[in-house]
C-alpha cells in the first residue's frame, strides 16, 4: 500500500479528472492522500472534497509563496477550522524565492501559525524553500511539541538530522528521480529508514522523463522504486517504512474523520 503524503488534488486542474484518478490510484494500490490547504479561500473547497474523498487526508494554513494579499486576521479561525477534520496545520513556511513576500513578513504568518499548531498539538506541513535554517530557528524558538513533514526535502544531511531530532520526517519526491541529483540521493542513501516518506506534490514536480507535464499521485508508484534503488532496499520495505513513519507523525491519520 502506497500513500501519497503531499499532494494538491483539491486544485482546478485535476477537476475534470480526479474522479477517474482517485479511481485508478486506488486501483493500483495507493490507499491515502495528504492535501494540505494553499490560501483561506480555498479551505471550504478543500473541506467539501475531501467529504467526497475519504481517502483524503486534509491540513489547514496559509502557503507561504501565496501570501500575497494575504491578512494575519485571515488566522483568526484557522483553530475553530482545524475542527473540521484537519490532522495538521499546513502548509506553512518560509519560502526564500523571487516572487514571494519578504522573509520577514513570512515569519510573521508562519510563528502565528506554528504557535496555533503547538496549541491544538497538531502536527504542521512545512514548505521550506533555501530557508532551512531559519525554518529550524522558529520550530524551536515556539517550542512545537508536535513534528510533522519537511515537504520535498532537498537539504543537508546535517539539516536533515536536524528535523528528524525534532520528531519531523522528510518528504521525498520526485527530485531523486533526477540522475543530476546526486546531492538528494546521497542524503537519502544516509537517512535512517525512521526518516522519511514518499511524496508527490501533484500537480507539480513532474518525475525525470516527465518534466512539462502534470504530475499526479500515480508517480508515487516511481518514486517507491527510485528511493528503493538509491537506498538499496525491497520497494515493499520502502512502502512499510513509510507508511509506519507517517502514522508516527500524523496520530490522527486513522482517527474516523468527517
Ligand atoms: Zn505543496
Redesign the pocket.
Known amino acids: 500500500m502506497y500513500i501519497d503524503t503531499?499532494?494538491?488534488l483539491d486544485f482546478d486542474v485535476f477537476d475534470e479528472q480526479r474522479e477517474e484518478l482517485m479511481a485508478r490510484c486506488l486501483g493500483a494500490g495507493i490507499k491515502h492522500f495528504l492535501v494540505?490547504a494553499?490560501v483561506s479561500s480555498r479551505w471550504g473547497r478543500l473541506l467539501e472534497l475531501s467529504k467526497q474523498y475519504p481517502e483524503w487526508r486534509i491540513a489547514y494554513g496559509l502557503?507561504p509563496y501565496f501570501l500575497k494579499g494575504a491578512e494575519l486576521s485571515e488566522l483568526d479561525n484557522l483553530a475553530t477550522q482545524c475542527e473540521d477534520g484537519a490532522i495538521a496545520i499546513g502548509?506553512i513556511g518560509l519560502d526564500n524565492w523571487p516572487g514571494s513576500l519578504s522573509l520577514e513578513v513570512q515569519r510573521e504568518f508562519f510563528i502565528r501559525q506554528l504557535v496555533i499548531a503547538k496549541s491544538l498539538a497538531l502536527p504542521v506541513?512545512i514548505?521550506a524553500r533555501k530557508s532551512y535554517d531559519l525554518v529550524y530557528q522558529c520550530l524551536r524558538q515556539v517550542g512545537l511539541k508536535t513534528g510533522g513533514t519537511i515537504?520535498?526535502f532537498n537539504g543537508s544531511y546535517e539539516q536533515a538530522q536536524r528535523f528528524v531530532e525534532l520528531g519531523f520526517v522528510l518528504g521525498i519526491g520526485g527530485t531523486v528521480t533526477y540522475p543530476r541529483a546526486k546531492k538528494a540521493q546521497r542524503v537519502l542513501q544516509a537517512l535512517d529508514r525512521q526518516s522519511y516518506v514518499l511524496e508527490t506534490?501533484s500537480p507539480?514536480m513532474p518525475l525525470y522523463g516527465f518534466q512539462g507535464q502534470m504530475n499526479t499521485p500515480l508517480s508515487i508508484l516511481e518514486v517507491a522504486k527510485s528511493v528503493a534503488i538509491i537506498r538499496n532496499e525491497e520497494v515493499e520495505q520502502i512502502a512499510v517504512d513509510s507508511y509506519d513513519n507517517l502514522l508516527r507523525v500524523f496520530p490522527k491519520w486513522h482517527e474516523g474523520l468527517l
Open positions: 503531499h499532494c494538491h494540505p494553499t502557503h502548509e506541513v514548505h515537504h520535498a506534490d507539480d
